[in-house]
């Protein structure tokens, strides 16, 4: 939505091989590319690490890792009925989710931004993205969002400031 190119779920050898071809074909279109463990026996984080580096020298590069706790990735395979990226190679959905973990660390210590997915309703977590873009794109425009709740279901978790205005006429 912010006029991206974008690329989901590259295999890291082919990262600089895009780069590359985003040059030439629309060298001033800003690209999202993913990569993720989906991959297979192709993802080498040190590859990612590499192309980042290397293959987009003379470029503004940002790492964006998103996470989430265990218990929300339990929960999301369960929605989805889907089998983790390393099920094949784990005996429990808890052993692949702590073995990506231990597989994509290098890539979240070299992150620019890191975002957690964790209670995020997809409209969230897109307007959680867009901020980081726009941030890392040079706005330094503050952000201000103002949000009615209920005391009754707690404070979002979203929130870094309360300020409980029930004194206030409606």
């Keep these: 939505d912010l006029g991206f190119l974008c690329m989901d779920n590259l295999p890291p050898m082919l ?4 780069f590359l071809l985003c040059e030439k074909v629309e060298p001033d279109k800003p690209v999202a590319l993913s990569v993720d463990t989906r991959s297979g026996a ?3 984080p040190q590859a990612v690490l590499h192309a980042i580096s290397s293959g987009a020298s003379g470029h503004d590069v940002s790492l964006l890792f998103l ?4 218990e929300t990735l339990i929960d999301r395979y369960k929605e989805t009925r889907r089998d983790h990226p390393l099920a094949g ?3 429990s959905l808890e052993e692949a989710i702590r073995s990506e973990r231990e597989l994509l660390q290098p890539l979240r210590e070299q992150a620019s931004f890191v975002l957690s997915t964790a209670g995020l309703k997809p ?3 897109f307007s959680r993205i867009d901020d980081v873009v726009l941030t890392s794109e040079g706005s330094q425009a503050m ?3 103002i949000m009615s709740f209920g ?4 404070i979002p ?4 400031l309360v300020f409980d205005v029930r004194f206030l006429p409606n």
């Design 157 to 160: 978790r979203e929130s870094d």
């Design 143 to 145: 952000r201000v969002e």
């Design 151 to 154: 005391y009754k279901r707690g």
């Design 67 to 70: 996470e989430a706790d265990n």
């Design 42 to 44: 192709l993802f080498d």
């Design 89 to 91: 190679r784990c005996s």
């Design 15 to 18: 990262l600089e091989q895009a």
């Design 123 to 125: 409209r969230e977590l």
